[in-house]
């Protein structure tokens, strides 16, 4: 009879355990799920998204700083800091709500002719191939308007600093043709669209 009522015991104590870890997983499925459904409203939240567009153009802008940097060391931009700017490139059209038809295929399309045009200039040996890269994905940011804005700033920061490039050059009179590290004047024509952005919308 003993042996009986041990067992008995044993199984009611089991049944308890049971209970116990059942109802500690479902408070934690319980937390998990309000966890998640916090983190999804937060997403969701009009100040999120509001600001989220304004944080990416200001990653934007701290990457061209990068690509600056590495353009006057080495006259070269890599192509982890191209693929950087273009991958950031979809996270912004869903954070102001870009339609995928027409306006994303639009962008698509412009980032293929910069590129394309761009390369021209690479064969003419007028611009070097991380600088038509880096041009290509900053169309994936920029309306065609504001595109051809950048490009015409780029043009004149680019004409500038060639000259500057040609009299330093005949200055010191080193070996070899002068090297123009072009990537600048495209982040200045980028840093100028993001700078009137900014400003019309806080005017």
């Known amino acids: 009879m003993r042996r009986k009522r041990r067992t008995k015991t044993g199984s009611r104590d089991s049944s308890a355990d049971n209970q116990d870890v059942a109802c500690l997983s479902h408070m934690l499925r319980l937390r998990f799920d309000k966890v998640g459904r916090l983190g999804l409203s937060f997403m969701m939240n009009s100040e ?5 567009p304004w944080a990416l153009m ?6 061209l700083v990068r690509v600056v940097v590495t353009d006057l ?11 950087a700017i273009a991958a950031l490139a979809p996270l912004y059209w869903w954070s102001i709500g870009l339609p995928v038809w027409p306006d994303v295929a639009m962008q698509v399309g412009l980032a293929l002719t ?3 045009l761009f390369a021209l200039l ?3 040996g007028l611009m070097g191939g991380g600088d038509v890269k880096l041009a290509a994905a900053l169309a994936l940011w920029f309306a065609p308007t504001a595109m051809l ?7 004149l920061a ?7 490039v040609l009299m330093r050059h005949r200055r010191r009179k080193p070996a070899g043709r002068p090297q123009v590290p072009y990537g600048v004047a495209i982040a200045a024509g980028a840093w100028a669209i993001l700078a009137e952005r ?3 919308h806080f005017a």
């Open 48 to 52: 999120f998204t509001n600001g989220l």
């Open 58 to 63: 200001l990653l934007l802008a701290l990457l």
């Open 73 to 83: 060391r080495s006259y070269t931009i890599s192509n982890r800091l191209n693929l």
């Open 114 to 116: 910069v590129f394309a």
């Open 122 to 124: 690479f064969a003419a």
């Open 149 to 155: 804005n950048l490009v015409v700033i780029m043009s």
């Open 158 to 164: 680019g004409g500038v600093l060639t000259l500057f």
């Open 198 to 200: 900014y400003l019309n």
